[in-house]
């Protein structure tokens, strides 16, 4: 099966600094990856739809410029927490979207926990 | 707009009984997909069952089965003979079948807890 990675699995971080955060699909081209925010107990909310060479679309209420989305390749999007304050960590998981046509198939990268002292 | 609901936020079962996971969605389209994931502790998704809104075939998988009525908007997820290895948070989740536009909006998970 579709294998996406994500890199790092776990961040700590002080406030004020960025992270990054990265996700690639290790074994098929991705024009489209999408990133989850999920809090402690919660759901996975959508962030955005990263399409590759063309700019993010992000959900209501997501931040753009503190969320910064970069889909430069078939088989890498990262996203970048800038400043980031201890409101922001979270569990952060992309996925990458394989087919084309009405069907949608996502396949799930492990995840980036990041915590924000 | 697209909803999906887990009135169940957390179950526990006493391991080898059956157990049904409740998903009741809404949509405004036509065509659609629905979806079961299962996270484990280790937080990474695990795809279960993805069905098409035209195909309301009842599927078994082992000792999974899912329940699709379309007449009652749900997807319902039974385990049989639980076991201690599907404790696990699920997830129910819907998705727009239109090219583009295919982002997966997820219900707030069952919490399901197997005790031996």
């Known amino acids: 099966g579709a294998v996406v990675s994500q890199h790092p699995s776990r961040v700590i971080c002080k406030s004020g600094t960025s992270v990054k955060i990265e996700c690639r699909s290790l074994?098929?081209?991705?024009?489209?990856m999408f990133w989850y925010r999920q809090f402690p107990k919660q759901s996975l909310m959508l962030m955005a739809t990263s399409n590759e060479g063309s700019k993010a679309t992000y959900e209501q209420g997501v931040e753009k410029d503190k969320f910064l989305i970069n889909h430069a390749s078939l088989t890498l999007s990262t996203l970048t927490v800038t400043s980031a304050h201890p409101e922001d960590s979270s569990f952060y998981i992309c996925?990458?979207?394989?087919?084309?046509?009405?069907?949608?198939?996502?396949?799930f990268g492990p995840g980036t926990r990041l915590t924000v002292l | 707009a697209q909803k999906v609901t887990q009135a169940q936020t957390e179950i526990s079962v006493v391991e080898k009984e059956d157990v049904t996971l409740d998903c009741v969605y809404e949509t405004r389209d036509t065509t659609y997909y629905l979806f079961w994931y299962k996270q484990p502790p280790s937080g990474e998704l695990v795809f279960l069952i993805r069905?098409?809104?035209?195909?309301?075939q009842n599927e078994i998988s082992g000792r999974y089965s899912w329940n699709f009525q379309k007449s009652t908007s749900s997807f319902n997820f039974t385990i049989t003979a639980s076991q201690v290895v599907d404790s696990a948070v699920y997830f129910c989740a819907l998705s727009e079948a239109n090219f583009g536009n295919e982002k997966l909006t997820f219900g707030t998970g069952t919490r399901l807890t197997i005790i031996p």
């Open positions: 996925s990458a979207r394989v087919g084309g046509g009405g069907y949608n198939e996502q396949f």
């Open positions: 069905r098409n809104s035209f195909d309301e």
């Open positions: 074994d098929f081209q991705a024009t489209t």
